[in-house]
């Protein structure tokens, strides 16, 4: 698990001041929580939000008793990209979350490696699991697709022991296809030279 120093803000601070000092205005929330501002040390956060994103419990220490969170929002710099503030979430002790979790990709498919296709059409799955049992990110095995119809759907991927499917379950996380050529349209006839205007009625009927 990750843990963060925090430090409890005071109230009269600005978000300015607290950004001056090179930490970043936050706040800690959640049903049993009553809203904390807080402050942490800028690189310190930019670190925790690289490893664990929204999918990853977080312990603030140092504002009283220890809480295990998550990152619920984070606020970037349009231009620079720093972060200019973070939500973090703690979830009521003894509760299931309902967390959308990300896949990784793991191994390698002999079907992609045949010179087929490998289409990975889901990216993350939606879960529900207890906080200590929160994964950061799922494995799916791809070295199973061996050819063309095979495919890894929702049900397939394995969960931690208290968690629960909520995508569906036979949603296709990842399937092969073959290749499709595309077949290179027949140049358009060229168009007929019109016909010429038919010759004058020889003889034209005189008035």
Same mark, same amino acid.
């Given at each position: 698990?990750?843990? /963060? ?16 000092? +090179? ?6 929330? +959640? &049903?049993?929580?009553?809203?904390? &501002? ?6 310190? /956060? ?13 312990? !603030?220490? +140092?504002?009283? @008793? ?13 231009? #620079? ?11 009521? *002790?003894?509760? *299931? !979350? $309902?967390?959308?979790?990300?896949? #990784?990709? @793991?191994?390698? #498919? &002999?079907?992609?490696?045949? +010179? ?5 059409? =889901?990216? $993350? ?7 200590? $049992? =929160? ?23 394995? =969960? ?36 010429? &205007? ?8 005189? *008035?």
């Amino acid at each position: 698990m990750l843990n /963060l120093a925090v430090t409890v803000r005071d109230g009269k601070q600005s978000a300015m001041a607290v950004r001056e000092a +090179g930490a970043v205005p936050a706040v800690v929330y +959640g &049903p049993k929580e009553t809203a904390l &501002p807080i402050a942490v040390d800028a690189r310190a /956060l930019a670190d925790a939000w690289r490893e664990a994103g929204q999918s990853a419990i977080v312990r !603030l220490t +140092g504002a009283g @008793e220890d809480k295990d969170t998550l990152f619920r929002e984070v606020q970037f710099h349009p231009v #620079s990209g720093v972060i200019l503030h973070a939500d973090f979430y703690a979830p009521e *002790k003894g509760k *299931k !979350l $309902e967390v959308s979790v990300p896949l #990784s990709f @793991e191994g390698v #498919s &002999p079907a992609e490696k045949a +010179g087929h296709v490998l289409v990975k059409a =889901l990216h $993350e799955i939606e879960i529900e699991v207890a906080p200590a $049992e =929160l994964p950061h990110e799922l494995p799916v095995d791809i070295s199973q697709l061996i050819e063309v119809g095979d495919r890894i759907i929702a049900a397939q991927i394995a =969960l931690p022991p208290s968690a629960t499917l909520i995508t569906d379950p036979e949603e296709i996380v990842a399937s092969v296809t073959d290749v499709v050529e595309e077949k290179e349209e027949a140049p358009a006839p060229a168009p007929e030279a019109a016909a010429p &205007p038919a010759a004058a009625e020889a003889g034209e009927q005189k *008035k």
